[in-house]
C-alpha cells in the first residue's frame, strides 16, 4: 500500500485564494469575498503580489475593473442588514474591519492597474 505524501498547505492557500480572488471577479458573491477575509484573518498575504500574479496567469478570471466595481459594490452595502444577514456565516465580520479589508484590497487592485499601464 502507498503512503501519501504531506500537502503542501500554502499551495493550497495559494489556489484557494486564486480561486476565490476569480471568483469574486466574476461573479460578485459576498461568500468569495467572505472567504478571502477569513484567509486574510488567518496568514499575512501580500495581496498586491497575489493580484499581480493572478492578473498574469491565463487560467485566472481576475478583471482588475471588474473587482474594483464589485469592491466598491460590497463596500457601499456591507453594513446594511440585508446584507449581513445573506452572508453564508454564523458570525459575520464587522462591518468596520471588513471595509478596512476592501480598502486595502481597492489599494493592493489599484496598483496593479498603475503598474499594468505603465
Known amino acids: 500500500m502507498k503512503s501519501l505524501k504531506p500537502v503542501?498547505?500554502?499551495?493550497?492557500?495559494?489556489?484557494?485564494?486564486?480561486a476565490k480572488v476569480s471568483a469574486f471577479s466574476t461573479r460578485g458573491f459576498a461568500r468569495d469575498l467572505v472567504d478571502l477575509y477569513a484567509i486574510d484573518q488567518q496568514?499575512?498575504?501580500d495581496w498586491k503580489a497575489l493580484l499581480a500574479q493572478a492578473g498574469r496567469a491565463s487560467d485566472n478570471d481576475y478583471n482588475p475593473a471588474e473587482f474594483h466595481v464589485r469592491l466598491q459594490l460590497h463596500g457601499r452595502e456591507c453594513a446594511t442588514a440585508g446584507y449581513r444577514e445573506e452572508l453564508?456565516?454564523?458570525?459575520?465580520?464587522?462591518?468596520?474591519?471588513f471595509r478596512l479589508f476592501?480598502?486595502?484590497l481597492q489599494a493592493?487592485?489599484?496598483?496593479?492597474?498603475?503598474?499594468?499601464?505603465r
Request: overall charge positive; proline content about 11%.
Open 43 to 45: 496568514r499575512k498575504i
Open 102 to 104: 476592501m480598502k486595502r
Open 88 to 97: 453564508p456565516v454564523t458570525n459575520p465580520p464587522p462591518v468596520n474591519a
Open 108 to 117: 493592493a487592485n489599484q496598483a496593479v492597474v498603475r503598474k499594468t499601464l
Open 8 to 18: 503542501d498547505s500554502q499551495l493550497v492557500c495559494a489556489d484557494l485564494m486564486f
